[in-house]
């Protein structure tokens, strides 16, 4: 059900409301549809978390200025408002952190693939896309990375903003281990090398201040930097990952608005 519609320059938004039974709730939804979409299959679909923020940024405009000025393609961006909760819904569908959060992140999977998608096709008429990414902020992140990777037949590309790659199957005073304990650095670590894949990872410097090994390096960052590691190690190069460190960059939407255009730039460029 559509609800509200804007009119910009070369992007028409369009919010929508869909009710998911997988999440029991209902979804609110932007779609940022370019205004000149003569054949639909040729665009991309992006897909970002945490689509709320995507208002505050706000990225209409980022996307509109892009796309008026010819700086990227015209593509499809489709942001997911979360739910009251986020921290059940986000997360690794392999397994839930050592707090039991993300213990909903398989129904959001099956969310994203069972509803949302098929929403997608039949409100826009559009039965496929050139390649489908999916983005998303700090546990949103975690959780477009966590789909992309489990599904890397469907997408081409997958961006974290502030990703919590610190989501781990046990608690510091549990016996907690870098090398085994963090969920998407094991799942890379178990995973297969898909070749079309890319990645966009995003990190600012004061995206916190909690140093774990006391190695002078924020978490987030050392976090992100062993994410790169184990994918390399899996045969992913630097023409398959952008890895973007923004000075004096926070955990916030203001640091996420910045680097979004690099973001679509990268993917996107013209």
Excluded at 214 to 234: P, R, Y
Aim: aromatic share 12%; proline share 3%.
């Amino acid at each position: 059900m559509t609800e509200s519609k804007t009119t910009l320059s070369s992007v028409v938004v369009e919010q929508c409301t869909i009710s998911s039974e997988y999440l029991e709730r209902e979804v609110i939804v932007d779609v940022y549809l370019p205004s000149a979409m003569a054949s639909p299959e040729q665009l991309s679909l992006l897909l970002i978390n945490d689509g709320q923020d995507l208002l505050q940024m706000p990225f209409d405009e980022i996307l509109d200025g892009l796309i008026t000025r010819q700086q990227i393609e015209p593509l499809v961006c489709v942001g997911i408002h979360c739910g009251p909760d986020r921290k059940m819904e986000y997360g690794t569908a392999y397994s839930a952190d050592f707090k039991g959060r993300g213990a909903k992140a398989g129904l959001y999977s099956k969310f994203i693939f069972e509803e949302l998608l098929p929403f997608i096709r039949r409100a826009y008429n559009t039965p496929s896309f050139k390649d489908k990414s999916f983005a998303g902020f700090s546990l949103g992140a975690l959780s477009a990375v966590d789909i992309v990777w489990n599904h890397a037949s469907e997408f081409s590309r997958a961006a974290s903003f502030s990703g919590s790659f610190w989501w781990r199957r046990k608690g510091y005073d549990e016996g907690y281990n870098d090398e085994q304990d963090r969920l998407m650095h094991l799942q890379v670590r178990k995973g297969n090398f898909h070749p079309w894949l890319r990645f966009f990872i995003e990190c600012g410097t004061e995206d916190e201040t909690a140093d774990r090994n006391n190695n002078g390096v924020i978490d987030s960052i050392d976090d992100a930097l062993d994410l790169i590691f184990e994918l390399k190690s899996k045969g992913y190069t630097d023409e398959h990952i952008k890895y973007l460190e923004l000075e004096n960059g926070k955990h916030d939407v203001a640091t996420w608005a910045k680097a979004f255009p690099a973001f679509l730039k990268w993917g996107w460029g013209i």
